[in-house]
């Protein structure tokens, strides 16, 4: 069997915990991951005032995929500077290493239990190293009574297309194929024009996949009235970065939710993380929900080929714990169905 080497940065809060009990139930299918922990995050960063060393940035090119399981300090700390982490970490993570697609699956729980409308399966494709994130802007008289602040939204014709090809090629796999661009293209009509000209010519190349245009406010009604009219969703930085967490909150909670950050062309690693927080206050207490972080290593073993292996995963997903069961033991739960 062919076995993958894997990064691991457990990080703050539970994210070690998680993390842990991930690869635990990734292993108990038989796969062979052989890891090396990084000690990277806001506990490191108050440690040595490092966020992401050159060196370790090298080394961790080097690895077939990454297993993040959360990065923050505690809410209230003063001692990481809002931002420091997001931006010199975990977004610079995506940038060097390329991880243009934003893939989040959600699966509503026990569906058949909920009214049809109310059914959740659908997967969220967010542009993910341009938008609001690239950076662009900056102060004027920075602390003066008139002080002004910019910040502007990069959108390229490549990095729009390929997340947009991305989009339909997951589509037209998927048994609906339906594909539908999300933005504000009466308001912002640069960046809306070229999201939706490039949507348009991309879906001439695919006549299999039906297509639908929402405007971003609408999709959040419609996501909590009827989620079921989505399959796939493809949408910019920004706004898939809010769409998401409400996609989270109406399929069960922000803390089942798994995704996918991917360099496609597989140029270098992709990485994988439970999208919710760091949760410091329920750290070592044993109440950590794993699920989310047990549903990415679900995606990442995928990626890599073992597809036998996350869909066993992703059956045994499909069985509730019981009430109660420690962070460990619901990791033990599920390593023991796949």
Known sequence: MTSHRIAV????????????????????TGVILETTEYDLGAARYVKTKEVLPDGVLEELKGYEAILLGAIGPAIGSKEVPSGILERGLLLKLRFELDLYVNHRPFLSPNPHELAANKVCDMVVVRENTEG????????????????????????????????????????????????????????LTYSGDLWQRTFDEVSASYPAVEVAYNHVDASCIYLVENPSRYDVVVTDNLFGDIITDLAGAV????????????????????????????????????????????????????????????????????????????????????????
């Open 132 to 187: 609001t994130y690239a950076g662009e802007g900056g102060f004027l008289r920075k602390g003066t009574p008139h002080e002004v602040a910019t910040q502007g939204s990069v959108n390229t014709r490549f990095g729009v297309e390929r997340v947009v090809r991305y989009a339909f090629d997951l589509a037209a796999k998927r048994p609906r194929k339906h594909l539908t661009l999300v933005h504000k293209t009466n308001v």
């Open 251 to 338: 399929s069960g909670g922000i803390g089942l939710a798994a995704s996918a950050n991917l360099n496609p062309e597989r140029t270098g690693p992709s990485l994988f993380e439970p999208v919710h927080g760091a949760a410091h206050d329920i750290a070592g207490t044993g109440r950590a929900n794993p699920i989310a972080a047990i549903r990415s290593m679900a995606l990442m073993l995928d990626f890599l080929g073992e597809t036998e292996a996350a869909s066993a995963i992703e059956k045994s997903l499909e069985t509730s714990p019981p009430q109660g069961l420690s962070t460990k033991a619901i990791g033990d739960f599920y390593a023991e169905r796949v």
């Open 9 to 28: 940065v457990g990080g703050d809060g539970i994210g070690p915990e998680v993390s842990e009990e991930a690869l635990k139930v990734a292993r108990a």
